[in-house]
């Protein structure tokens, strides 16, 4: 598989982001019906067409998603990455993961080689070539999470069981939305989720939490999460709130279809075999709305989604100033108009 990398995208201001033909046919549309509906929409994470043909999905964005990463964590290496000190052999178990996935999955960009304890990992995109003792942090200069996370597209997320409930013990996070990696770290899974509307009436993520803790290594689920930002901006979160609040003023008539992106966050569920953690990375997908529109079911359908879309939903979302300008500009491809 050959990838056309793109060398020259920014996620921040100035920004230069745009998906080729070929990302914008393989962009993971996330509706699979008219109308908003709120569910966990969890499904076997098992191989498919586009971003789900292997386990782990790279793309052309890799090389300016991994420049924005490194200049997160040089410039907020606390905001960015966290860790509690019993979550190391989980981070093994993850590196381990990330590494056999993207060897076999792209072997023509990443190798592993294994002699007993002793690893070389290749990353040929990065030029990055190390020999390691397989558990001992020394060996690698980084704790493991952050070494190959540095290395992997999406935020990544490690969650240990213990007393019938899921822990935050680790995380490295660049494409945080509207959250704090550093509040939240020690959480159990009712606790991080608190401020999600609808969800604790429904019981939404009481199920979520009983299906999570049933989850068996070998058989990884995703689920998909969606949103409307405006700019190709990766860091959303709470810390970085004065750079991007007031995002919202800068859309109008006239651009609307060229900065407000339909965000897209897969997120597969791995239970780690040997620690019984569970690694949930959090990958990130943009497209404008007029990337979008050059497939017209989907912008008709997402005209329909945002149109009928509740009001709390929507505000927490954080879309409400500019949500009559997104369904003005889809509807002239909604035939029901």
């Given amino acids: ?75 907020n290496p606390d905001q960015h990455f966290v860790s509690l000190p019993q979550s190391i052999p989980s981070q093994w178990e993850f590196l381990e993961l990330i590494m056999e996935s993207y060897s076999q999955d792209f072997p023509e960009y990443f190798s592993l080689k294994r002699d007993g304890p002793r690893w070389t ?59 704090s990696l550093k509040f939240n770290i020690g959480m159990n899974f009712t606790e991080f989720h608190g401020p999600v509307p609808l969800a604790h009436e429904s019981g939404v993520f009481d199920r979520a939490m009983k299906f999570l803790i049933r989850l068996k290594p070998g058989h990884p689920f995703r689920r998909t ?6 700019h190709p901006r990766h860091d959303i979160s709470v810390e970085a709130t004065p750079r991007w609040a007031n995002d919202w003023s800068h859309v109008t008539r006239e651009n609307v279809g060229e900065i407000v992106h ?16 569970i690694a949930f990375p959090v990958r990130t997908y943009f497209a404008t709305l007029q990337e979008i529109a050059t497939n017209r079911d989907w912008a008709r359908r997402l005209h329909r989604v945002v149109k009928t879309c509740p009001q709390d939903i929507v505000d927490y979302k954080g879309f409400t100033r500019f949500q009559h300008l997104v369904v003005d500009y889809l509807a002239v491809f909604d035939d029901s108009n």
């Avoid at 070539?129 to 935020?155: H, N, W």
């Avoid at 339909?262 to 953690?277: G, H, K, S, Y």
């Fill in 1 to 75: 598989m050959t990838i056309n990398f793109k060398t020259d995208e920014s996620y921040r201001e100035p920004f230069n982001f745009y998906n080729s033909a070929a990302s914008i046919r393989r962009f993971p549309f996330p509706f699979k019906s008219d109308e908003f509906n709120y569910t966990t929409n969890l499904e076997p994470h098992v191989p498919g067409d586009g971003i789900f043909e292997n386990l782990l999905d790279i793309d052309e964005h890799y090389i300016g998603e991994m420049q924005e990463r490194r200049a997160m964590l040089r410039d």
């Fill in 225 to 230: 999460n969606w949103n409307l930002t405006v």
């Fill in 262 to 277: 339909l965000r897209i966050e897969v997120q597969p569920l791995f239970r780690l075999p040997r620690t019984n953690a």
């Fill in 121 to 179: 990992w290749i990353n040929r995109i990065l030029g990055i070539e190390d020999t390691f003792t397989f558990g001992d942090v020394r060996s690698l200069r980084e704790e493991p999470l952050k070494y190959i996370g540095m290395q992997a597209q999406g935020d990544w997320i490690l969650l240990e069981e213990r007393d019938g409930n899921l822990f935050w013990s680790a995380g490295l996070a660049t494409s945080r939305a509207g959250y």
